[in-house]
């Protein structure tokens, strides 16, 4: 499990990506079906869980932000997680080639974007929308 653990804000950045090493497996017909998210509001407690949404492309380029704090970025096989605290941000992964997006949150949060059965996680994102 790859980790990375730096406050955007600090890094002058506002999207953070990390790489996953490893082979791919080609996506499998229904991979737009089964990408998941958790997120847990870590002022709350409460957590909420749903489906991801499928997308096309990568990450916009968006102007630094000091606003966007995350830490604990970590890319598994199957899945992304991350905890940022801002307003107007998204998590997204790639899977097998395909990227999903969380619902855009505004808070304290953690999230994991899980890949459809069948996907590997080759890349994870997180994105300010402010």
Not at 2 to 24: D, H, P, Q, R, T
Not at 56 to 64: N, Y
Not at 67 to 91: K, M, P, V
Request: include cysteine; aromatic fraction near 6%; proline fraction near 6%.
């Amino acid at each position: 499990m790859m980790k990375v653990l730096n406050s955007l804000g600090a890094l002058g950045v506002s999207a953070l990506l990390v790489l996953g090493a490893g082979g791919g497996m080609a996506p499998t017909a229904d991979a737009a079906e089964g990408a998941r998210y958790a997120a847990t509001n870590l002022d709350t407690g409460k957590t909420e869980e749903g489906a991801a949404t499928p997308s096309e492309g990568g990450a916009p380029g968006v102007p630094p932000s000091p606003n966007l704090h995350c830490s604990g970025g970590a890319l598994d096989n199957t899945s992304w997680e991350i905890t940022c605290n801002g307003t107007r941000w998204q998590s997204r992964v790639v899977c097998s080639g395909q990227q999903f997006n969380s619902p855009v949150f505004n808070g304290n949060f953690f999230v994991r974007l899980t890949c459809p059965a069948g996907t590997v996680a080759t890349a994870g994102a997180v994105v300010d929308l402010s």
